[in-house]
């Protein structure tokens, strides 16, 4: 019995889902450090104002944040495993541990699988649930997003991402179980202009080591997020953090 037969096997009795249509786990990455992408949901349901993925991927925003499981997911990717070596992404354009993870478990699924196939890989996310998996971490990096400290912006800006607090306890619960983690602050938002020391104390309260740290997305429509104030950071706001960050020993890395 295979691991994705464990993973059906342990569906019995759970409600059937809609699922999303797929043809391959792995595909090809062009981002820095990452040989192959793996995202088990089509869509995410944070609804993240500053998401650029609905546009990269010619798909309206209603539709993706109506995220599903991609169908025959884990055997998909039991199969193509052996043939392939490099460093896995997971959760490159939707979050693995969007809500629909705690009842679909294929991002665990995913993790499984890899592990078992003694690949590398990533992952990354704005999600506490994380922490759930710490299992099968030990070999893993982790990224989590934190873009600001504030509970009411968090709720207008990323409405069904865990808040602020929940993420930066995550990244402590990370370290603390050894588990090679990073935080991406990205994009900058104006949010945080003159809150840039605050927000570097709270991420180096956690233990983590490095920050990566990213601009908004020349492919992101502006519109929402201007329609609730925000702008991207200025030049300035950026630097003011990066120093503020890096007076507190943390290792600044720029995304891309």
Avoid at 11 to 24: K, L, N, T
Avoid at 72 to 91: A, D, F, M, N, P
Avoid at 109 to 123: K, N, Q
Avoid at 146 to 166: K, V
Wanted: with cysteine.
């Amino acid at each position: 019995m295979t691991s994705s037969d464990l993973h059906a096997f342990a569906d019995i009795g759970v409600r059937r889902r809609e699922e999303a249509p797929c043809s391959r786990a792995l595909s090809p990455s062009r981002l820095p450090g990452l040989d192959f992408a793996l995202n088990p949901y089509r869509g995410c349901s944070h609804g993240c104002l500053y998401c650029y993925a609905p546009a990269l991927l010619h798909t309206p925003v209603d539709g993706w944040t109506a995220a599903l499981p991609k169908r025959g997911l884990l055997r998909l990717l039991e199969k193509e495993v052996g043939s392939v070596k490099g460093v896995v992404g997971i959760g490159t354009s939707t979050d693995p541990y969007q809500p629909l993870e705690e009842e679909a478990r294929l991002t665990r699924g995913c993790l499984r699988i890899l592990r078992d196939a003694s690949l590398e890989y990533c992952v990354h996310t704005k999600s506490d649930l994380v922490l759930r998996d710490i299992d099968l971490l030990d070999k893993a990096e982790v990224g989590i997003t934190i873009t600001n400290l504030s509970e009411t912006a968090s709720l207008s800006l990323e409405p069904g991402a865990p808040l602020p607090q929940r993420r930066l306890d995550a990244v402590k619960g990370l370290c603390e179980a050894g588990v090679e983690v990073f935080v991406m602050v990205g994009p900058l938002l104006s949010l945080i202009e003159g809150q840039e020391v605050e927000l570097a104390e709270a991420i180096a309260k956690t233990g983590v080591a490095m920050v990566m740290v990213d601009t908004l997305n020349k492919g992101t429509d502006p519109a929402p997020l201007r329609a609730v104030g925000v702008t991207a950071a200025t030049p300035s706001c950026v630097i003011r953090f990066k120093e503020s960050a890096s007076s507190l020993g943390l290792v600044i890395r720029n995304a891309f």
